[in-house]
């Protein structure tokens, strides 16, 4: 079964601080695709990567980067020099390469990131 | 402009009324989806359509049905509302039916069920 976990529930962090936000998953497929979406407190869900199983390149955009390491299932998310706007819910999903139109996102239960001024 | 679209946006009503949410997608997509998300933001997948054709069905009660006229709408219809059902309800589209693309999601619409 697909699982994916992000262990931290809420991080605060002061604004310009560098914050991590950790994502583990769980699949038996050996070709998935991994994303991560914010939710701003709008309410609205943001898409911001996407990530496919044979490609274990990190990536970097602007201040956002993500670290992908199959060898621990972890796929992880770093924000550099950290603002008040990054505050939001993230979140780390998977979902399967195959299946076609039964696709379907499994998503982590989400990172309360509060960002202070 | 908007990408993809629901109505409404907010939603209150007494337990054993019935509703609807609509979902729209101007974006050309074949596949849409609805997500539940509860009121401690776990977001999981109750239905999704591809072409009009009802693809998954995430064990919903019976109370759920998703319609779609169209490739470009779909709908959500709550018979007999339960308090259980105040959640977020998300919809989405992909392009096809290709792994290959994200899923983009609509605002949103906060049902409360009193």
């Known amino acids: 079964a697909q699982k994916v976990t992000q262990a931290q529930t809420e991080i605060s962090v002061v604004e310009k601080e560098d914050v991590t936000l950790d994502c583990v998953y769980e699949?038996?497929?050996?070709?998935?695709?991994l994303f991560w979406y914010k939710q701003p407190p709008s309410g609205e869900l943001v898409f911001l990567i996407r990530?496919?199983?044979?490609?274990?390149q990190n990536e970097i955009s602007g201040r956002y980067s993500w670290n992908f390491q199959k060898s621990t299932s972890s796929f992880n998310f770093t924000i550099t020099a950290s603002q008040v706007v990054d505050s939001a819910v993230y979140f780390c999903?998977?979902?399967?390469?195959?299946?076609?139109?039964?696709?379907?996102?499994?998503f982590g239960t989400g990172t309360l990131l509060a960002v202070q001024p | 402009d908007t990408a993809v679209s629901q109505t409404p946006k907010y939603l209150v009503t007494q337990m054993g009324n019935d509703k609807s949410i609509k979902c729209e997608q101007n974006?050309?997509?074949?596949?849409m989806y609805w997500y539940k998300q509860d009121s401690k933001k776990f977001l999981k997948i109750m239905f999704s359509y591809n072409n009009k054709e009802l693809i998954i069905n995430e064990t919903v009660p019976n109370r759920f049905s998703p319609k779609s006229p169209d490739k470009a709408h779909l709908n959500l219809h709550i018979n007999s509302l339960e308090l259980g059902d105040s959640a977020v309800y998300f919809c989405a589209s992909r392009p096809g039916t290709s792994e290959n693309y994200e899923q983009y999601f609509g605002p949103g619409t906060r049902l409360t069920v009193t």
């Open positions: 990530r496919n199983s044979f490609d274990e």
């Open positions: 999903a998977l979902s399967e390469a195959w299946g076609g139109a039964t696709n379907k996102l499994i």
């Open positions: 974006l050309g997509h074949d596949t």
């Open positions: 699949t038996r497929d050996t070709t998935y695709y």
